[in-house]
C-alpha cells in the first residue's frame, strides 16, 4: 500500500521561503514519477512542479524560478523549495505519485496536504 506524507508547511510572510517534503513508502520510488499540487480555497487543484523518474522537471509558469522540486532516492522522498513566496502561494499543497516513470494525465496516489499561508 503507497503511502506519501508531507511535511514543511506553515505560515511564512511574503518574499520568504519553505521547504516541502513528501516521504513515500509502499512502492519503489525510484520508478515512479512524483509531483507537487495546491489547492487553494475555492479553487480546483492545480499541478505545481512534477518530476520524472529520471529527474525531468516541469513547473507551472507562475512558480517557474522560485520553486524548485528534487527528490532522494535514497530516503524515498521528493522536495519542493519554495522561495519568494507571494501571498497567492496561498494553499494545500498535496503530493502525488504516478505510476509510471513519467507524469500524465492522472495522479495515482495521493498524500493528504499540508497547509502553506503567506501572509504578513
Known amino acids: 500500500q503507497v503511502q506519501l506524507v508531507e511535511s514543511g508547511g506553515g505560515l511564512v510572510q511574503p518574499g520568504g521561503s519553505l521547504r516541502l517534503s513528501c516521504a513515500a513508502s509502499?512502492?519503489?520510488?525510484?520508478?515512479?514519477?512524483m509531483g507537487w499540487y495546491r489547492q487553494a480555497p475555492g479553487k480546483q487543484r492545480e499541478s505545481v512542479a512534477v518530476?520524472?523518474?529520471?529527474?525531468?522537471?516541469n513547473y507551472r509558469d507562475s512558480v517557474k524560478g522560485r520553486f524548485t522540486i528534487s527528490r532522494d532516492y535514497a530516503k524515498n522522498t521528493v522536495y519542493l523549495q519554495m522561495n519568494s513566496l507571494k501571498p497567492e502561494d496561498t494553499a494545500v499543497y498535496y503530493c502525488g505519485m504516478y505510476s509510471g516513470a513519467m507524469w500524465g494525465s492522472r495522479v495515482d496516489y495521493w498524500g493528504k496536504g499540508t497547509l502553506v499561508t503567506v501572509s504578513s
Open positions: 509502499g512502492s519503489i520510488f525510484s520508478i515512479n514519477a
Open positions: 518530476i520524472s523518474s529520471g529527474n525531468i522537471t
